[in-house]
């Protein structure tokens, strides 16, 4: 996997850079919005990894997001952030594809632990989707009267 690029999603810019800082520090490539339109712009143009998300937006709920990004990048890792836990929001969370739920106030270690998971979890599915793709090929190859 290449340079690893995460999109950190919060209406607080306190929380945009401390998470900025401390991921870039971590060797990751980062980009913020403090907006859901801001993020479904920038993941129109980049490709991220993974992306943690504030479950409370100006303009949109997370779970909206979550769904909107699921559009535009579909193998990203959506993290949801929040500060409001409640089991409408997890539910809602699920619902729209997150594929983890934090709730605030957040460790940095339990972050960095969680965003290692995640990543290897999306490179073991890329190498298992490589993989099919190779045993279909080669399958049609020999079944081919050539």
Do not use: C
């Not at 340079?3 to 520090?25: C, G, N, P």
């Not at 605030?104 to 969680?114: F, G, I, R």
Request: proline fraction near 3%; glycine fraction near 4%.
């Amino acid at each position: 996997m290449g340079k690893v690029r995460i999109l950190v999603v919060d209406d607080d810019q306190t929380i945009r850079a401390t998470f900025r800082a401390w991921l870039m520090e971590e060797g990751y490539e980062v980009d913020v919005a403090a907006t859901g339109k801001e993020a479904i712009d920038k993941s129109q143009s980049e490709v991220y990894n993974l992306a943690l998300i504030d479950i409370r937006l100006p303009d949109m709920e997370g779970t909206r997001l979550l769904k909107e990004l699921k559009e535009t990048t579909p193998r990203m890792r959506k993290l949801i952030v929040t500060g409001y836990p409640d089991l409408q929001n997890a539910v809602a969370s699920v619902r729209s594809h997150a594929d983890y739920y934090f709730i605030k106030p957040v460790s940095l270690a339990e972050v960095a632990k969680v965003v290692k998971e995640q990543l290897r979890e999306q490179e073991m599915e890329r190498e298992y989707g490589q993989t099919k793709v190779a045993e279909f090929v080669e399958s049609r190859l020999r079944e081919s009267p050539d």
